[in-house]
């Protein structure tokens, strides 16, 4: 998802009786769904996947920008413009809540950084596909941000207290995103062939790096297990997957647009759609730094924050100045 | 570089409530706090009114200290209006 294949750092799912009396109060605070909040002891294995967890969704956020800012000034009309803003402004706002809730955990925002720009923190796969079109803005608004609240709904009763509550604002917040894109997919698709078969070819593009977004299927991962446990994690990517494309399907239905897998079939058995294999070749490749846009979109990252130095050692340099004058006087 | 600090954020919402937390930034002074809290918690006419606090400066209760500070109330169960149950005829209390 936009945090995928979290690291716990863990062997095993710790057991009840290897727990120390601490951690055995940990998990049943946990297990009574009480919420933990940022100075109450909590195991350090747990402090870390949050920390890993909330900083790849945050750079998530803030990366995502830039696949759909490469529009804004391209966007086909000014309300477009005006909104396409706002959708980015949004991003930077749910990125900041993020990095906030990450640095209760007790990491620093320039270190989150640091660690984002030297390759050691990954953000979700989705962002290193290219917009090629401006039916790919409303693709990403559609699939990609559909596949995010799918996500992030369960994240509001996350047991990390400010992660939760940030994740609230946000999915208050997303769905506004997902109904942009899918209104500029039905004006496409009601006018010219030629803007019909663009929504199809962006549909084609983004379809299955969506499906993606959700992460390998985590049955048999020790990670997932362990976040399930400490309450981070509380659906399958596999369950979240399959809820996606339940609730997506019948919306390409609605626009006409094909929905690129020749396996897609209802199983009324099962009360769901079956769909093909998802080539987890691509996906892992892409984890690996080796997507379409992986490069670029670091380079435009790594630009932004040097081009900007100035800016904030200037803020601060004026910041401590009028402090001492204030303090002089 | 150095962090720019962190400041606590506050909003009073349109209906004449209290002041409430609802995040935190960074920013090099109060007054760039505020500007960047309207940006980041008010794009949606959530408030009227914003609060800024250096996270540095606001002082918490312990988690440990729970029972001490907060226990006592809990055997003062007189504190409230319903431990005194009233016959249905008597009215207006």
């Known amino acids: 998802m936009y945090a995928q294949m979290v690291d716990t750092g863990v062997a095993k799912v710790a057991d009840v009786a290897e727990m120390s009396p601490e951690e055995r109060a940990f998990q049943a605070r946990v297990d009574d769904d009480i919420r933990i909040e940022p100075k109450d002891w909590m195991p350090e294995a747990y402090r870390r996947t949050l920390i890993r967890q909330i900083q790849q969704h945050a750079h998530s956020e803030i990366v995502g920008m830039l696949p759909e800012g490469n529009w804004i000034t391209r966007a086909p009309s000014l309300a477009r413009k005006a909104i396409l803003m706002a959708k980015v402004q949004d991003e930077a706002g749910h990125g900041l809540y993020l990095y906030c809730a990450a640095e209760t955990l007790g990491v620093s925002r320039d270190q989150m950084i640091e660690d984002l720009h030297a390759g050691k923190v990954k953000y979700s796969s989705i962002f290193n596909y290219p917009t090629l079109t401006w039916a790919d803005v409303g693709a990403i608004g559609w699939l990609v941000d559909g596949a995010a609240i799918m996500n992030q709904i369960p994240l509001c009763r996350c047991s990390y207290g400010p992660y939760a509550r940030a994740m609230i604002r946000i999915c208050k917040e997303e769905s506004f995103h997902q109904r942009q894109g899918f209104d500029i997919m039905m004006k496409l698709c009601d006018g010219t062939p030629e803007q019909k078969s663009m929504a199809q070819a962006a549909l084609d593009r983004w379809w299955w790096p969506s499906l993606m977004m959700f992460g390998p299927p985590d049955t048999a991962s020790v990670h997932s297990a362990q976040s399930a446990k400490w309450k981070i994690k509380r659906l399958s990517n596999d369950e979240l997957r399959q809820r996606f494309v339940d609730q997506t399907v019948p919306q390409a239905d609605y626009l006409g647009l094909r929905v690129p897998d020749d396996a897609l079939v209802w199983n009324a058995e099962r009360g769901h759609y079956d769909f093909g294999e998802i080539d987890w070749d691509e996906f892992h490749a892409v984890l690996r730094g080796h997507g379409p846009c992986n490069r670029d979109r670091m380079r435009m990252r790594v630009k932004a924050w040097e081009d900007g130095a100035w800016v904030r050692d200037a803020a601060l340099a004026h910041a401590e100045k009028r402090q001492a004058r204030a303090k002089a006087a | ?93």
């Open chain 2, 1 to 93: 570089m150095k962090d720019w600090p962190l400041w606590e954020v506050f909003i009073r919402s349109q209906h004449g409530l209290a002041h409430k937390h609802v995040g935190s930034l960074h920013a090099a002074d109060a007054e760039m706090a505020i500007r960047n809290a309207r940006d980041v918690y008010t794009r949606r006419n959530e408030g009227v009114s914003i609060w800024v606090a250096r996270s540095a400066d606001i002082h918490a209760s312990a988690p440990g200290d729970r029972d001490a500070l907060f226990e006592p109330a809990n055997d003062k169960v007189y504190r409230h209006p319903t431990f005194f149950p009233m016959p249905d005829e008597v009215k207006h209390i």
